[in-house]
């Protein structure tokens, strides 16, 4: 019989190694950090991990399970390690961290950002108000929808003259 | 033993998102500007991905895992819309397609946000948090071409000509509709969903002054898809298409045009693109990279 306290050691450590986990596209913040950890049950056996993609079809899922797995699996001591992605519930920008938000800005992407409502015209050079990562001012603008990956999008921000980019918001 | 009909539900939304997802990465390296570049290549990533979720769902009732769906089938086991394996063409068809559809695919996925199927039910919401972004490329380009220069709007109108009596048959219905229907899975008939989309597409077209592409499209009509062994599908679906204004609304009147994408048919369209999205997988099955 385990006890109680084993399997909690446990789980705490596999919440550490998934703190140490790097999101493949955006080294600075881990799996963790992106609120992409849903659930993580620990048995006497066995260790499951739930995680959210933060876009469904992001290219990098397959890649940030195995490092998931094979970060779970040192810290699970020989349990066996069961690693799945799950689409409910969605994920959305809200589950970023207040470190994920930190670090995020650090690498120049704006975590979180309120869309503008109504048409805007085509380049999507609507006021977007979301904060720029560099200077903090709000005079910014969303250039495009589409970035360097299906969860990013790309803005310009008019004070400090510096694009950047921003999570899309999905809530 | 008959397919489970969720079956024929998850393939055929599914088949649309791979196809079409397909078609709009071809855009990649080709678009009109670099914006549109990145637009295409991200939604074509968007919906491959979504139709790999629903294969992931499939993958149960059809026992096969979703490479084996998306690429281990032949070209008749496919069950997406024959508008979705259309190629790009012009600017003007591939805006008025993505338009047409993904007005479609909001309307149908709005529906099955209540469907019995509880797991299709959540995949379809955290779907849709993704299509929005699709819609709004898609109204904006609506907007910008139907209100800009005359070359500009000649070129939609004659993509929406082209393109509307073929999205009229992502309505068609599906063979096990009913068994849908009364299980819940489908909350509304394929059928209720067209009126819905109608009502939508055509209200947009009349602000835009463009609803003639309804009217001429009811003397397009016919049926002009040849099955990839060459012959053409005679009997009812050969009633011509047609929109008609009754009572202050756009309904749908006769058949459909492309008709036979759920149930396996395919235009010589789809051989090029079948034979390129499976090449890889047929050549090396099981390859991983």
């Given at each position: 019989?385990?006890?109680a306290?084993?399997?909690?050691?446990?789980?705490?450590?596999?919440?550490d190694?998934?703190?140490?986990?790097?999101?493949p596209?955006i080294?600075?913040c881990?799996?963790a950090?992106?609120g992409?950890?849903?659930?993580?049950?620990v048995?006497?056996?066995?260790?499951?991990?739930d995680?959210l993609p933060?876009?469904?079809?992001?290219p990098a899922k397959?890649?940030?399970?195995?490092d998931?797995?094979?970060?779970?699996?040192?810290a699970?001591?020989?349990?066996?390690?069961q690693?799945?992605?799950?689409?409910?519930?969605a994920?959305?920008t809200e589950?970023?961290?207040a470190?994920?938000?930190?670090?995020?800005r650090?690498?120049?992407?704006?975590?979180?950002?309120?869309?503008?409502?109504g048409p805007?015209a085509?380049?999507l050079?609507?006021t977007s108000?979301v904060p720029?990562?560099?200077?903090?001012?709000?005079?910014?603008?969303?250039?495009s929808?589409?970035g360097?990956?299906?969860?990013?999008?790309?803005?310009?921000?008019?004070?400090?003259?510096?694009?950047?980019?921003?999570?899309?918001?999905k809530? | 033993?008959?397919d489970?009909?969720?079956?024929d539900?998850?393939?055929s939304?599914?088949?649309?998102?791979?196809?079409?997802?397909?078609r709009?990465?071809?855009?990649t390296?080709?678009?009109?500007?670099l914006?549109?570049?990145?637009?295409?290549?991200?939604?074509g990533?968007?919906?491959?991905g979504h139709a790999?979720?629903?294969?992931e769902?499939?993958?149960?009732l059809?026992e096969?895992?979703?490479?084996a769906q998306?690429?281990?089938?032949t070209?008749?086991?496919?069950?997406?819309?024959?508008?979705?394996?259309?190629p790009?063409?012009?600017?003007?068809?591939?805006?008025a397609r993505?338009?047409?559809y993904?007005?479609a695919?909001d309307?149908?996925?709005?529906?099955?946000?209540?469907?019995s199927?509880?797991?299709?039910?959540?995949?379809?919401?955290?779907?849709?948090l993704?299509?929005?972004y699709?819609?709004?490329?898609a109204r904006?380009?609506?907007?910008?071409?139907?209100?800009?220069?005359?070359?500009?709007?000649?070129?939609?109108?004659?993509?929406?000509?082209?393109?509307?009596?073929?999205?009229?048959?992502?309505?068609?219905a599906?063979?096990s509709?009913?068994?849908?229907?009364?299980?819940?899975?489908?909350?509304r008939s394929s059928?209720?969903?067209l009126?819905?989309?109608?009502?939508?597409v055509?209200?947009?077209?009349e602000e835009?002054?463009?609803?003639?592409?309804?009217?001429a499209?009811?003397r397009?009509?016919?049926?002009?898809?040849?099955?990839s062994?060459?012959?053409i599908?005679?009997g009812?679906?050969?009633?011509?298409?047609?929109?008609k204004?009754?009572?202050?609304?756009?309904?749908?009147?006769g058949g459909?045009a492309?008709s036979?994408?759920?149930?396996?048919r395919?235009s010589?369209?789809?051989?090029p693109?079948?034979e390129?999205m499976?090449?890889l997988?047929?050549a090396?099955?099981g390859?991983?990279w």
């Open positions: 019989m385990v006890s306290t084993a399997t909690e050691a446990i789980e705490r450590r596999v919440r190694a998934l703190e140490g986990v790097a999101d596209e080294p600075a881990s799996v950090d992106l992409m950890v849903e659930r993580v049950a048995t006497h056996d066995a260790v499951e991990v995680l933060t876009f469904v079809g992001c397959d890649l940030i399970g195995d998931v797995r094979r970060a779970v699996e040192r699970a001591e020989g349990r066996a390690v690693v799945r992605f799950v689409y409910d519930p994920w959305t589950r970023i961290t470190r994920g938000r930190e670090r995020l650090g690498v120049g992407i704006a975590p979180h950002w309120d869309r503008p409502s805007v085509v380049p050079m609507a108000r720029c990562p560099f200077c903090g001012s709000a005079d910014t603008v969303m250039e929808s589409w360097p990956t299906p969860c990013r999008a790309q803005h310009w921000c008019r004070s400090c003259r510096n694009p950047f980019e921003g999570f899309k918001e809530a | 033993m008959p489970d009909p969720r079956l539900l998850l393939l939304l599914a088949d649309d998102e791979l196809i079409l997802g397909h709009h990465t071809e855009w390296g080709w678009a009109p500007y914006e549109e570049d990145l637009a295409f290549s991200s939604i990533q968007d919906e491959i790999r979720l629903l294969y769902l499939a993958e149960p059809a096969r895992d979703p490479d998306a690429f281990g089938r070209p008749e086991e496919y069950r997406h819309a024959i508008l979705c394996e259309r790009n063409g012009d600017w003007g068809y591939t805006m993505q338009w047409l993904d007005e695919d309307v149908r996925l709005a529906a099955l946000e209540g469907s199927f509880a797991e299709l039910a959540a995949a379809v919401k955290t779907v849709r993704e299509e929005r699709h819609l709004e490329h904006e380009w609506f907007r910008r071409l139907a209100g800009g220069s005359v070359e500009a709007r000649q070129r939609f109108a004659e993509g929406l000509e082209a393109a509307l009596p073929e999205a009229m048959a992502l309505f068609e599906l063979p509709e009913e068994e849908l229907l009364a299980g819940g899975a489908m909350p059928e209720v969903l009126a819905e989309w109608l009502e939508r055509g209200r947009d077209l835009a002054s463009l609803d003639w592409v309804l009217s499209h009811q397009a009509g016919g049926e002009m898809v040849p099955t062994s060459g012959e599908e005679a009812p679906t050969l009633t011509v298409p047609g929109v204004r009754l009572e202050g609304r756009w309904v749908h009147v459909f492309g036979g994408g759920r149930r396996g395919r010589e369209d789809f051989g693109l079948w390129e499976t090449g997988y047929r090396i099955p390859a991983t």
